[in-house]
């Protein structure tokens, strides 16, 4: 089963745009991470939120989190030709492993 | 350096045979995963393990197998049940389930 669900399942904007891409999820949980993969490598570890968190910075990078909703957002700004990639979240359960959604592409043109 | 070490990158394995993907970490890390990932798609749970010589299934950990015999060590044997082996398979490690993970670089298996 796959906890998180990613929209839009692909972005595609300017250099210097915002991109937002947000995630949805089922049961409770314990943090929400966010990965970010490369075509064809591993994936890197972005940020992650805890669940009594609602918003949290690192960079360019924003995220928020509504447990009510069981909903995140992440937003990156001023995008750049290199942040093309995709992009997951990742769900932690209590004493469960990391659950991933099917990720956003995005594409960042020059 | 320290980090989490997949080989091979590329692997061919003819149908009916089992096959052994490596994963190691230095990070002493006590948790481990195995992911697989399909083209376009996200990430599913094979096999995890959060201390040595234990391990538990994930969503799809039919026709895989996994042994944790060393802290450092968490390799995958894709065995002859596993119907559509051919995928990217994917490696992690974290200081404890749900933290923060720290993935290899995958190794792409096609059967031929």
């Known amino acids: 089963s796959q906890q998180g669900e990613e929209d839009p399942q692909a972005l595609s904007i300017q250099e210097g745009e915002n991109a937002t891409m947000n995630c949805s999820y089922k049961?409770?949980?314990?943090?929400l991470q966010w990965y970010r993969q490369n075509s064809g490598r591993g994936l890197v570890h972005l940020i992650l939120i805890r669940s009594n968190e609602r918003e949290k910075h690192s960079g360019r990078l924003r995220v928020t989190l509504d447990t009510s909703k069981k909903s995140s957002s992440l937003l990156i700004t001023a995008s750049r030709a290199a942040d093309t990639a995709s992009y997951f979240c990742?769900?932690?359960?209590?004493?469960?492993?990391?659950?991933f959604g099917k990720g956003t592409t995005l594409s960042v043109s020059s | 350096d320290g980090g989490i070490t997949q080989s091979p990158k590329y692997l061919f394995r003819k149908e009916g045979q089992n096959v052994t993907l490596s994963c190691e970490q230095n990070?002493?890390?006590?948790?481990m995963y195995w992911y697989r990932q399909d083209p376009g798609q996200g990430l599913r749970l094979i096999y995890y393990s959060q201390i040595v010589n234990d391990f538990q299934k994930g969503d799809i950990a039919e026709g895989y197998s996994v042994s944790r015999e060393k802290k450092e060590s968490f390799p995958l044997t894709v065995t002859s049940a596993q119907k559509n082996p051919t995928a990217f398979y994917l490696c992690?490690?974290?200081?404890?389930?749900?933290?923060?993970?720290?993935f290899g670089q995958g190794t792409r298996l096609t059967v031929v």
């Open positions: 992690a490690s974290s200081m404890g389930v749900g933290a923060e993970a720290f």
């Open positions: 990070l002493n890390h006590d948790a």
């Open positions: 990742a769900t932690v359960g209590g004493g469960t492993a990391l659950i």
């Open positions: 049961t409770s949980i314990n943090n």
